[in-house]
């Protein structure tokens, strides 16, 4: 598993730190409202950005990845989709199939999202993870078709984020599923189109077990997970 060296994780984590100066949080504001804009043109989205966070937070703690680097992947759960401003609005909500055409100009949402993000160099670390969310671990998917560990550590675990809330949650195209058809679908994609060894440990995370050990947890966690989700 491809995992960033300890050196670099520090040096990223200290400049996050930052964060908590008073121009950095002004940063973390702006961004949060666009994510709110880019949700308002697609309401059946709203919520979505925050919900992959909460999923893609709980991954990477039963990974045990490093606080550090959680908290990047969080930023970029939340940034995910903030390209799709730059989507046509009947394109982005239209009730049905795309046509080609039409698929070609939602495939360009990541690249837009880099745009936006790229000038704030704060957020240099989140752009990897937010350009590659749409990859397949089989290299089929876009914008370069990259595979396997060849794609970024934080964009897999947003790749199996983002499609589960998807799933679970009503589109303008469809109902939503049950989570357990939910599970059963993207249990096909191990190995196509998700990391097979983090899907599992995904599925492992969010099985009824593993909330049960959750609910019955402290208050502590309880407040880390509204703190996601707000
Ligand atoms: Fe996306």
């Given amino acids: 598993m491809h995992i960033e060296t300890t050196k670099k994780l520090k040096q990223i984590y200290d400049r996050f730190s930052e964060s908590t100066k008073p121009i950095h949080r002004a940063y973390l504001e702006s961004i949060h409202a666009l994510v709110k804009f880019a949700e308002m043109r697609d309401p059946c989205t709203k919520g979505h950005s925050f919900n992959v966070a909460r999923y893609s937070v709980l991954l990477s703690e039963n990974m045990g990845l490093a606080k550090s680097y959680i ?8 940034l995910h989709d903030v390209g799709k401003i730059g989507i046509k609005e009947n394109v982005l909500v239209k009730n049905g199939p795309l046509t080609k055409k039409e698929y070609a100009e939602v495939k360009k949402h990541p690249g837009f999202g880099v745009r936006i993000i790229k000038p704030l ?20 998917g876009y914008p370069d078709g990259l595979k396997g ?10 790749a199996i984020a983002d499609v589960y809330d998807a799933l679970v949650s009503t589109r303008s195209y469809r109902k939503a599923f ?30 009824p077990k593993a909330r049960e050990r959750r609910g019955s947890g402290s208050n ?3 407040q880390k997970q509204q703190s996601i989700s707000r």
Wanted: proline fraction near 4%.
């Fill in 121 to 140: 160099r704060f957020f240099n670390d989140v752009i990897p993870m937010m350009k590659h969310h749409h990859e397949n671990y089989d290299g089929t």
């Fill in 149 to 158: 560990e060849d794609i970024p550590l934080g964009a897999r675990i947003l």
């Fill in 220 to 222: 502590k966690n309880r």
């Fill in 71 to 78: 908290e990047i992947i969080k930023l970029a759960a939340i």
């Fill in 178 to 207: 049950s989570e357990k058809v939910v599970l059963e679908m993207m249990k096909k994609e191990g190995g196509k189109k998700f990391d097979p060894e983090l899907l599992k440990i995904f599925i492992d995370s969010i099985s």
